[in-house]
């Protein structure tokens, strides 16, 4: 059983920067393939960056390519959220699934663990 944590949330005006962190307690990430996803009020969940367990990818939204950057180390993972824009107000889970290989998942439905998401608010 893998149990996500994030934090790194909070308000920050338009342009600022955030840094996410998604940590796993009871095993490491090492055979994993993790995903940041968010939900804004009234919208479906997104996947904003994706990456496999052997670091191929990653993947990003088109909305947030040349601001966000995905990282991951043993046991934990990052997103370092540059120029953020009202629009990126929303809640972000991270997520993992199980995986040996050098797929990334973009459908939040491929995903088995979730953590329990942390408020990210830009002002404008």
């Known amino acids: 059983q893998v149990q996500l944590v994030e934090s790194g949330g909070g308000l920050v005006q338009a342009g600022g920067s955030l840094r996410l962190s998604c940590a796993a307690s009871?095993?490491?990430?090492?055979?994993?393939?993790m995903g940041w996803f968010r939900q804004a009020p009234g919208k479906e969940r997104e996947g904003v960056s994706c990456i496999s367990a052997t670091n191929v990818g990653p993947y990003y939204a088109d909305s947030v390519k040349g601001r966000f950057t995905i990282s991951r180390d043993k046991n934990t993972m990052y997103l370092q959220m540059t120029s953020l824009k009202p629009e990126d107000t929303a809640v972000y889970y991270c997520a993992a699934v199980r995986s040996w290989g050098d797929s990334y998942y973009i459908n939040p439905d491929d995903y088995d663990y979730w953590g329990q998401g942390t408020q990210v608010t830009v002002s404008s």
């Open positions: 009871g095993r490491t990430f090492s055979s994993y393939a």
